[in-house]
């Protein structure tokens, strides 16, 4: 039996996928893509998951479309057949986690796979990687909501400037540009992104997704149709045991213990 081209692991309340194609830089398939959407369904099923990393396997966190991948590459029918069955429902399923997704980039990310590991909450990545915006390299434009995620990130002049260019970013540009969350010394990465998850673990849930909520809307929403969202979304953290928590542990002066509902 082949091995899966998506490695599911959970630790307590931490979830972790891992693009499990090295040999090709975990370049996607369809099928890879189908187990990941099969394995970010799980998760979002799953009440005791708290947060979830997304990593790859190997030397690359992904190089984009596996370019060999016959029935996903062939013309343009296939192409959005591939685009809209097989990508667009992976970034809803992650845009829409009910949990904090952190992408691990540990190393190359390209084409569609930077625009994965752009759809996380939080992106960090060695200080080896580099994002490769590698799309108009061979006549193709960022999809994967590579065009919404970049634009909202750096701005419409710098995104479009990469794009057209195809140009490669370290880490630390990465971060400089504001594209990524931070960029951490290779020798360091593992155990940043295991602290991080941790940390993320034990977090009011329920308001990290509330949050979640809000960016998600805040990028095409007028001032009053945001604040009347954050209205109705606070409203729901104040209901929250956590916010009790919290409120109690500040008074009390102790550190809070989020149950994450
Ligand atoms: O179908 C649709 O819906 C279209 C959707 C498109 C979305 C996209 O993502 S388009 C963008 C696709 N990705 C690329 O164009 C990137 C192609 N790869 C590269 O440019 C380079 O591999 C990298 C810059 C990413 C890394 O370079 P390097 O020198 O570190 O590694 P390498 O030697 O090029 O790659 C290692 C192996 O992985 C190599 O195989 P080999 O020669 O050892 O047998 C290489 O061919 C393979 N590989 C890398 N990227 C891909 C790939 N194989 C298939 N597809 C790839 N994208």
């Known amino acids: 039996m082949s091995e899966a081209d998506i490695l599911v692991s959970a630790e307590g309340a931490i979830r972790r996928l891992t ?7 975990n370049a996607l398939t369809r ?3 189908g187990q990941l959407s099969d394995a970010l369904a799980d998760i979002a099923a799953d009440d005791t998951a708290r947060v979830l990393i997304i990593s790859g396997a190997g030397r690359g966190f992904c190089a ?16 959005r057949d591939t ?4 990508y667009n429902p992976v970034v809803r399923q992650i845009r829409s986690l009910n949990v904090p997704v952190i992408a691990a980039v540990n190393g190359i990310a390209a084409g569609a796979g930077m625009s994965l590991a752009l759809a996380a909450d939080i992106t960090l990545a060695q200080e080896s990687a580099v994002f490769d915006l ?15 995620q970049l634009q909202r990130l750096l701005g419409p002049a710098r995104a479009m400037g990469l794009a057209m260019l195809g140009e490669k970013l370290t880490a630390r540009e990465a971060v400089e540009m504001g594209l990524i969350w931070r960029a951490v010394p290779d020798a360091d990465f593992t155990a940043e992104v295991d602290a991080l998850a941790v940390r993320l673990a034990k977090a009011p849930t329920l308001a990290l997704a509330l ?5 998600n809307a805040g990028g095409h929403h007028s001032l009053e149709q945001q604040l009347a969202l ?10 929250s045991e956590d916010f009790q928590e919290g409120l109690k542990a ?7 213990s989020f149950k994450g509902m």
């Open 31 to 33: 099928s890879l893509l």
């Open 134 to 148: 590698a799309f108009a390299r061979i006549g193709l434009i960022p999809d994967a909501g590579g065009t919404y």
């Open 19 to 25: 693009l499990n194609r090295p040999q090709r830089l």
């Open 64 to 79: 984009g479309q596996d370019l060999t991948d016959k029935g996903a590459v062939e013309d343009g029918r296939t192409c």
């Open 230 to 239: 954050e209205a109705e979304l606070q409203s729901q953290a104040a209901d």
């Open 211 to 215: 949050m979640k909520k809000a960016f």
């Open 250 to 256: 500040f008074l009390e002066k102790r550190p809070a």
């Open 83 to 86: 685009v809209e069955r097989f």
